[in-house]
């Protein structure tokens, strides 16, 4: 079993930057993959970042590269979405979700691929 709780959520006005945080808690960190996806009014829960078990290597939708940046500090249990340049379209509430079996160590961007989810933080974005 694993807990997530994400923070940091808030209203930032476009262009703006927010961190959000993720304290992990249950079993070993270090031995899963960490993500973040996001979920809109009406849309469907979607991508948007993924970090291996080291933090050697991260990917990001097409949509947040360059603007947002995830790691992880394996030592606190913890995984952070670094948001800036935020617009309004970033508008939605931010998941961190645990891949424990990720076994080959890879990136994975499905939901079904993760096994446990916080409840969610929410970002708005004002234009």
């Known amino acids: 079993q694993v807990q997530l709780v994400e923070s940091g959520g808030g209203l930032v006005q476009a262009g703006g930057s927010l961190r959000l945080s993720c304290a992990a808690s249950?079993?070993?960190?270090?031995?899963?993959?960490m993500g973040w996806f996001r979920q809109a009014p009406g849309k469907e829960r979607e991508f948007v970042a993924a970090?291996?078990?080291?933090?050697?290597?991260?990917y990001y939708a097409d949509s947040v590269k360059g603007r947002f940046a995830v790691s992880r500090d394996n030592a606190k249990n913890m995984v952070y979405l670094q948001m800036n340049s935020l617009k309004f379209d970033d508008t939605a509430v931010y998941y961190c979700?645990?891949?424990?079996?990720?076994?080959?160590?890879?990136?994975?961007?499905?939901?079904?691929?993760?096994?446990?989810w916080g409840q969610g933080t929410q970002v708005t974005v004002s234009s």
């Open positions: 979700a645990a891949d424990l079996t990720n076994w080959d160590n890879v990136i994975r961007t499905a939901k079904s691929d993760y096994d446990y």
């Open positions: 249950g079993r070993t960190f270090s031995r899963y993959a």
């Open positions: 970090i291996v078990r080291s933090g050697g290597r991260t």
